[in-house]
């Protein structure tokens, strides 16, 4: 089956940095996004990743490693508003076209 | 360009009751997906649509159903409600979804609570 996990939780200081870690068990494997979603809001797209490496962007960066079905998410410079759920998801390959399937995502809490 | 719109945004319902969602995709976007939100369970996928034909599917009943329209505009209906079925359901469009990795952009939600 399918299986995608990331921490439930975390927590950390405005101004530092915190890496959000995802690890998946797939088939058919053909990319990773990553999406930010505070409370009560919709999840908006950060990044994608389909080849191995880092993707910068601004503050945010992403990790993957495909042989070790392993991203992370970067966050530098925390900010307050960075206070939000990150979601992990992974796009597989079915029944000849692709489909999203996401972690349960991690509550970050950024403290002053 | 107006983003992905959800009606209605908040729902009540009672059990045994049915009630259908609407989804408006971005405009130039054809591929329409599905999700229930739930706090323990999270984002998990419910059915995937292009050119008014389902292309995928979620492990969700029967109960569970949708469809699209010319203009990809999407519906999807819950039959006999559930307690469970309580939850954020979101649809997200993307402009292709067959072997290209567009991204998927999400809509507002609509809450159901069934009561």
Not at chain 1, 40 to 48: D, K, M, N, R
Request: aromatic fraction near 12%; include cysteine; hydrophobic fraction near 30%.
């Amino acid at each position: 089956g399918q299986n995608i996990d990331q921490p439930t939780e975390m927590t950390a200081t405005e101004g530092a940095i915190v890496q959000i870690n995802c690890t998946y068990q797939t088939s058919g494997f053909n990319g990773l996004f990553w999406y930010q979603q505070h409370a009560g809001e919709a999840p908006t797209f950060l990044s994608y990743n389909v080849l191995d490496g880092l993707e910068e962007k601004g503050r945010f960066s992403s990790f993957l490693s495909r042989s070790k079905g392993y991203s992370y998410l970067l966050l530098k410079e925390l900010q307050m508003k960075d206070s939000a759920s990150y979601l992990c998801a992974v796009i597989l390959f079915s029944g000849g076209y692709n489909k999203l399937i996401f972690g349960a995502g991690t509550r970050l809490a950024v403290h002053p | 360009k107006a983003g992905v719109t959800q009606t209605p945004r908040y729902l009540i319902k009672t059990r045994g009751q049915q009630v259908t969602l609407s989804c408006s995709p971005i405009s130039g976007h054809r591929s329409v997906s599905w999700y229930q939100q739930t706090p323990g369970q999270g984002l998990q996928f419910l059915f995937e649509y292009f050119s008014e034909t389902q292309r995928n599917k979620g492990n969700f009943p029967g109960r569970f159903s949708g469809r699209q329209f010319s203009n990809s505009r999407s519906e999807m209906n819950v039959s006999t409600l559930e307690l469970g079925d309580s939850a954020l359901y979101l649809c997200a469009s993307s402009l292709e979804t067959t072997t290209s990795t567009d991204t998927q952009y999400f809509g507002p939600g609509t809450r159901l609570t069934v009561l």
